[in-house]
C-alpha cells in the first residue's frame, strides 16, 4: 500500500516548507517556493492568537516583493482588508497579482532625502496606520515573530541531515538567517553562518547606494539582523547573481530568483573549499517573477549583464571599505556592527528597520 499523500488546510502551509535537494558531495539546497510565507503565516497567526487582528482589523505593511505578495496570500485567506504601501520598482505582474488577490497597493511616487524610497514607504505607512486606529502591520524587520518563524526549518534540517556545519544564505531583513541559524546552534554551536548581501547595502557597513540587484540589501538596517551571528559576508554585483542564478537552472534544473543565485555563488565556493563539511545553502523563491529580467537573455545584454566572467573565487577583504565592485568577501567573526575596519558608522535612522526590495 502506498504512503498517504499530505493534506493542508491552506495552500501557505503546503508551501512554505522549502525542499531538500542535494547540490553536490556536501551541498544541500533548501528549495523554497516563497521563503516569506513563512513569516507571514507565522506573525499572522500569531497577532490573531494574542487578540491583535479581528475580524475588522486591517493589516498595513510596506513592501516591494515577496513579503508582500506572502502577505496578500494569507490575508485572503484569512479574509483580512490588506494595504501595501510600494514604490515604483514594483514588478508590473506582481502588482497585478497583489490586486488580484485583494490588497490595496499605494505606490510612493518620490523619495525621501535620507533613506530613499523606504523611508518615503515608511513615512506613509506610519499616516495610513495614524488614519486607521484598528490596524496591524507586521513589520517584519522589527518582530521578533519573523526569525522565530524560522525555527521550523532549523529542525528540518536537524531531524534531515543531522548535524550541519555551514548554512549560508542572502539578507534582507535577517529573519531567515539568524531565526535558521541560532536555532541549529542550540545543538551545533560550532554552525558556520555565511550572510550574502550585495554591493551599496547598509547591511554589513557599505555606504548606501543604488542597487541593481533585487531582494538584497537594504538602505535602513533591520532591528532582526544580529550581526553576532554571522561568521562571514559575502558581496556580490547584479550581474554575478544573475550568471549563478542561470547556472543554478543549467546544472540543478533549479528555476530559482536571484537572490537563490547569489547565495549559491557563496555556497558552492564553501562547500568546494570544505569538502568535510556539511553545507545548506537557502534558496528563497523560484524564478517565475524573473522570467522577463534574469532568465531573458535580451534584458540582460539590454542591461550591461552578460560579460562579465562570473569568477572561481571573490576577492579576499580585511576592512569592509576594500569592497570593489565584484564578488568579495569578509570574516566577519561574529562581530557586532562596528567592530569591523571600515564600516560605516549606522545613521540614526537606522534602527528603525525598512523593508527591503523583498
Known amino acids: 500500500m502506498g504512503a498517504t499523500m ?3 488546510q491552506e495552500i501557505t502551509e503546503a508551501q512554505m516548507m522549502p525542499r531538500l535537494v542535494r547540490l553536490g558531495p ?36 510596506t513592501t516591494s516583493g515577496t513579503f508582500g505578495l506572502a502577505l496578500a496570500m494569507q490575508a485572503a485567506l484569512m479574509e483580512r482588508d490588506l494595504i501595501l504601501v510600494s514604490d515604483p520598482a514594483i514588478d508590473a505582474n506582481l502588482f497585478r497579482r497583489l490586486e488580484d488577490l485583494g490588497a490595496q497597493v499605494e505606490i510612493c511616487l518620490e523619495p525621501a532625502p535620507t533613506g530613499g524610497f523606504q523611508e518615503a514607504r515608511l513615512r506613509r505607512l506610519a499616516e495610513i496606520r495614524a488614519e486607521r486606529p484598528n490596524s496591524f502591520c507586521p513589520e517584519q524587520y522589527t518582530n521578533p515573530d519573523n526569525p522565530r518563524s524560522y525555527a521550523v526549518v532549523a529542525e528540518q534540517l ?57 531582494g538584497l540589501g537594504n538602505s535602513l538596517w533591520p532591528a532582526n539582523l544580529d550581526h553576532t551571528v554571522f561568521d562571514d559576508v559575502h558581496w556580490c554585483t547584479a550581474s554575478e547573481a544573475y550568471a549563478a542564478t542561470r547556472r543554478l537552472h543549467a546544472k540543478h534544473a533549479l528555476f530559482q530568483g536571484p537572490t537563490s543565485g547569489a547565495a549559491y555563488l557563496a555556497a558552492q565556493w564553501w562547500a568546494r573549499r570544505n569538502p568535510d563539511s556539511l553545507c545548506v545553502v537557502m534558496l528563497p523563491d523560484e524564478g517565475y517573477r524573473y522570467q522577463a529580467t534574469v532568465y531573458d537573455d535580451a534584458w540582460l545584454a539590454e542591461n550591461g549583464h552578460t560579460d562579465a566572467a562570473l569568477p572561481a573565487d571573490p576577492v579576499e577583504l580585511t576592512r569592509v571599505d576594500q569592497a570593489e565592485e565584484r564578488w568579495s568577501h569578509l570574516a566577519w567573526q561574529r562581530s557586532p556592527y562596528g567592530r569591523i575596519p571600515g564600516s560605516v558608522a549606522m545613521t540614526a535612522a537606522a534602527p528603525r528597520g525598512a523593508e527591503a526590495l523583498s
Open 158 to 214: 536537524t531531524h534531515t541531515l543531522g548535524s550541519v556545519d555551514c548554512v549560508v544564505g542572502p539578507v534582507g531583513s535577517g529573519g531567515s538567517m539568524c531565526g535558521t541559524v541560532r536555532t541549529l546552534r542550540e545543538q551545533t554551536p560550532h554552525t558556520r553562518a555565511i550572510g550574502v548581501d550585495t554591493h551599496h547595502s547598509v547591511l554589513f557597513g557599505q555606504p548606501d547606494g543604488p542597487r541593481a540587484l533585487r
Open 26 to 61: 556536501n551541498l544541500y539546497g533548501a528549495v523554497f517556493t516563497l521563503m516569506k510565507l513563512l513569516p507571514a503565516r507565522y506573525i499572522l497567526r500569531r497577532a490573531m492568537e494574542r487578540g491583535d487582528l479581528d475580524r475588522d482589523t486591517v493589516i498595513t505593511e
Open 6 to 8: 499530505p493534506m493542508f
